[in-house]
């Protein structure tokens, strides 16, 4: 029964779908279908209050019962149980992609080893005589191929088992006689052989690279998750840094509102009180003027005198309150004092916002090779960062001008406030600006009692010389251009230059790579000293001077 229900299983079919059955039902016209199909059919007939079967277009009044048919749905599932059970035999059969049997008839059966002696491929039952035979025992089997033919010279028809080194190719026996008679010849095995420990080295290479690129691909994702993170927590605080800006700013226009409100509730009132005192007085005239305008038309002489005594005493006269007119008046003062903060706020938000945008270009994103350092004054320039000097960090013994960014030593001591920033024994000053990144700064210098230093925030303002003065400690680098010839000068240690500077000094500054130079500038850009080391801090631009030594930062 099996066996004829799967030559016939077009019958069990459903004509929607087209697959077999699937949860038979049946309509009252007898056909069946598969549950979901005929509902579908149904479903979309029912605007037209019209059915009809799908099979032999019989018409329905109303809309016709499905019943499920028990024995179609049984049949079907031994069906489906027998196409199963039947399936793995059609595995065995070659499909348009195996190599097939080469003498099988009918439907080939797919091929399991192919014969270089014979080439031919063989299914398992036709290759058993390779396994029984004595003189097929020998031929070499390998995995089924349906490249044999590549095996057969195509001039001679003969198996190429040789192999020349000469030309490189695989060849006959024909051909080792004739065409590559004298070649370095040897069989297609040992060549093979030769070429598989070749085959075994370059995997090895590819497998090692492999690794290594494996290695730095996981770096990159590590640097990348890094960059991310790091990202991440920089909006992150940009967002709360501005917001808690924006609030303290909110704050401060709340309590100017309220200053100003309650202000001017208070002249408003005093205003007030005396406005009103005032008009009472003119409302108080105004009647006494009334009375001595009706008594002055009386014709009566004695009412005239008896009345005219008390409507004519006038109580002492006070002149109203003088306003001061101002050419800001009232509250047009604080108009002018936002103005000038507002100034202020944007030329500081500026300032920093440069900074900012400086520090997010300087991040180096991707691990790559140091940079070269620059060699033209051009290449320099294109680093140059404006340095301004901290006058809050200033010696009493230097003066500063144009703007902080030129310094004089004077003999006579400055009145500068007091300040925890300020160098107390040293004649030094550093910059308002802290140097990260790749940066560039020249100063021109005259007099030769002079230090051109870069240092950490950090270093001592007071106490013992060697803590504070630039070069001194191993919180400073400086050159010293004091003598005849320049010197170097870190943690008290000194190193000897042999050319003397200019009148103007260049310094560069890579901090990532932990490169400060000296240049003396001029046509060209002359080393002076290098230092490569690791800096930890961010630096900043120092200056000592002594007696008649003046600086510009350029």
């Not at 310094?507 to 046509?523: M, N, R, W």
């Amino acid at each position: 029964m099996a066996q004829a229900i799967q030559l016939d299983q077009g019958r069990f079919c459903c004509s929607v779908c087209l697959d077999l059955l699937n949860d038979p039902v049946t309509i009252p016209c007898g056909h069946s279908y598969c549950m979901s199909c005929i509902k579908n059919h149904l479903d979309q007939e029912d605007h037209q209050r019209m059915y009809s079967c799908p099979q032999c277009r019989q018409i329905f009044k109303s809309r016709p019962a499905v019943v499920k048919n028990n024995i179609l749905a049984f049949v079907l599932e031994e069906l489906k149980k027998t196409t199963v059970q039947a399936a793995p035999a059609d595995h065995c059969y070659a499909g348009p992609e195996d190599v097939a049997c080469d003498v099988c008839t009918g439907r080939k059966l797919k091929a399991f080893k192919s014969c270089l002696q014979c080439l031919a491929s063989y299914c398992e039952k036709h290759l058993q005589p390779h396994y029984d035979v004595a003189p097929l025992r020998k031929h070499k089997l390998v995995e089924a191929s349906a490249k044999l033919q590549e095996n057969i010279c195509s001039r001679h028809q003969e198996v190429m088992k040789l192999f020349c080194r000469t030309d490189q190719r695989c060849i006959c026996y024909l051909c080792s006689k004739d065409d590559h008679k004298g070649h370095n010849k040897v069989s297609a095995a040992a060549e093979r052989t030769e070429r598989q420990r070749e085959l075994w080295m370059t995997r090895h290479k590819i497998q090692q690279r492999i690794q290594d690129k494996e290695k730095t691909v996981d770096l990159f994702h590590h640097e990348e998750n890094a960059v991310k993170n790091s990202a991440d927590n920089a909006l992150k605080n940009t967002e709360k840094t501005f917001t808690e800006l924006i609030h303290i700013m909110e704050r401060r226009v709340s309590d100017v509102r309220e200053k100003i409100q309650s202000r001017q509730k208070t002249e408003m009132g005093r205003f007030k009180k005396v406005r009103e005192k005032l008009e009472q007085e003119i409302t108080e005239l105004k009647r006494k003027d009334a009375e001595l305008e009706k008594l002055s038309q009386t014709e009566d002489h004695t009412h005239f005198l008896l009345s005219y005594p008390s409507l004519a005493c006038l109580s002492e006269s006070k002149d109203p309150p003088k306003l001061k007119v101002r050419r800001l008046r009232y509250f047009e003062k604080v108009t002018v004092a936002l103005s000038e903060a507002k100034y202020k706020l944007q030329e500081v938000l500026g300032e920093e916002y440069a900074k900012i945008s400086r520090t997010v270009n300087e991040v180096d994103v991707l691990p790559s090779n140091q940079q070269a350092e620059p060699t033209t004054r051009s290449d320099f320039l294109q680093y140059t960062r404006q340095v301004t000097l901290d006058p809050n960090t200033a010696n009493a013994h230097l003066s500063l001008s144009k703007g902080n960014r030129k310094v004089i030593f004077m003999q006579k001591e400055q009145e500068y406030s007091s300040h925890p920033e300020r160098f107390e024994g040293c004649w030094q000053v550093l910059s308002k600006e802290s140097l990260t990144g790749r940066c560039y700064w020249e100063v021109e210098r005259s007099g030769r009692g002079l230090f051109i230093a870069a240092a950490y925030k950090d270093i001592s303002r007071a106490g013992h010389l060697s803590d504070c003065l630039f070069g001194s400690n191993d919180k400073s680098w400086a050159l010293d251009c004091c003598q005849n010839s320049c010197q170097f000068k870190h943690n008290n240690k000194k190193t000897r230059i042999q050319q003397e500077g200019t009148s103007r000094i260049g310094v560069y500054l890579d901090h990532s790579a932990g490169i400060l130079s000296f240049y003396s500038v001029s046509e060209t850009m002359t080393l002076l000293h290098r230092v490569q080391t690791k800096f930890t801090q961010p630096l900043y631009a120092g200056l000592w001077l002594s007696d008649e030594a003046a600086v510009e930062m350029c």
